[in-house]
């Protein structure tokens, strides 16, 4: 595995870091994961643009022009192995002396790159669909930051995996459920896919924004608004959206079946519709 790291391409085994990287100490830096399909990056300008909005969010020079990045990571998915792959991107604020405060000056940037095999999700998943928990959205104010500092996120998928389910669903307040763990989350009634508004308490997703642009070319209502706790629970459907598990059916949600417990329809012609649009935009020109 060739991975990339402040300039360079090295075996994994070779990649290090100094102690003091504020990466390390702090969790100060961003990241981006990005899907390869047919050695392509998948919306790579969509993803820069984002990680560019999370740079900016952290006061955080970008290290690399657009032009660059999209040259490195042509370089990284050449390096590896496998047709699909997923792309890691992390950026810190570099190696300092341990101090809450930026670097003054500031020092460079460290920048860490890898690739990993992209596992498509199971066809025993899409065709059951798969469980999720709820519970208390206890993150920051920023969570459209795709920050670096996960512990919040760490902890709270993992109470899914002690339930035995694939994703922890999180409710803001006692209110609104904002997003999952690590993906983002949709909610059906009625035909109308409900869709919660990006603003500072959920990650812009990127499979998000493709989920929203197929169901508007294919005329299925979609509604952008805050959706109520309840409303999770009287859901006809649920979906899960991440760039690494695409669009996936959520069928149990704390222990009890949405809708009539199966994948719905809405969910079938939405993963037939990405299928598709997946194959048309990485098809070789
Ligand atoms: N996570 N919300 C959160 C909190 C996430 O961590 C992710 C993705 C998403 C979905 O965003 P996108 O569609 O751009 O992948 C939403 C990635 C996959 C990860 O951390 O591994």
Redesign the pocket.
């Known amino acids: 595995m060739t991975v990339y790291l402040n300039g360079n391409f090295k075996p994994i085994e070779e990649a290090y870091i100094p102690v003091l990287d504020r990466g390390f100490i702090f969790g100060d830096g961003v990241?981006e994961?990005i899907p390869v399909y047919s050695r392509r990056a998948f919306r790579l300008a969509e993803?820069l643009k984002?990680l560019q909005a999370s740079l900016d969010g952290i006061r955080l020079p970008n290290p690399h022009s657009e032009t660059e990045w999209t040259s490195l990571v042509n370089e990284l998915i050449a390096k590896n192995e496998g047709e699909d792959q997923y792309l890691y991107l992390h950026i810190t604020r570099g190696v300092a002396r341990r101090d809450h405060a930026f670097p003054q000056p500031p020092v460079q940037p460290t920048v860490f790159m890898m690739s990993s095999p992209l596992l498509h999700p199971a066809a025993e998943l899409l065709a059951s669909g798969v469980s999720a928990v709820t519970a208390v959205d206890n993150r920051w104010l920023r969570?459209d930051i795709?920050a670096i500092s996960?512990l919040p996120?760490v902890l709270l998928r993992q109470q899914a995996v002690d339930a035995g389910c694939a994703e922890t669903i999180l409710i803001r307040d006692d209110k609104f459920m904002t997003?999952?763990?690590?993906?983002?989350i949709f909610v059906v009634k009625n035909g109308t896919l409900l869709a919660p508004p990006k603003d500072n308490l959920?990650?812009p997703?990127?499979?998000?924004d493709v989920v929203l642009e197929i169901a508007a070319a294919n005329h299925i209502p979609v509604e952008g608004r805050k959706i109520g706790k309840d409303e999770l629970f009287t859901a006809d459907e649920l979906l899960l959206?991440?760039?690494?598990r695409e669009i996936m059916p959520i069928t149990t949600l704390d222990a009890k079946a949405v809708g009539n417990g199966k994948p719905g329809p809405v969910f079938a012609r939405l993963y037939t519709l990405y299928q598709n649009f997946k194959r048309d935009v990485m098809r070789q020109p």
Do not use: D, Q
């Open positions: 990241y994961v993803h984002r969570c795709k996960l996120n997003e999952g763990a690590a993906s983002n959920m990650l997703g990127i499979t998000y959206t991440s760039s690494t």
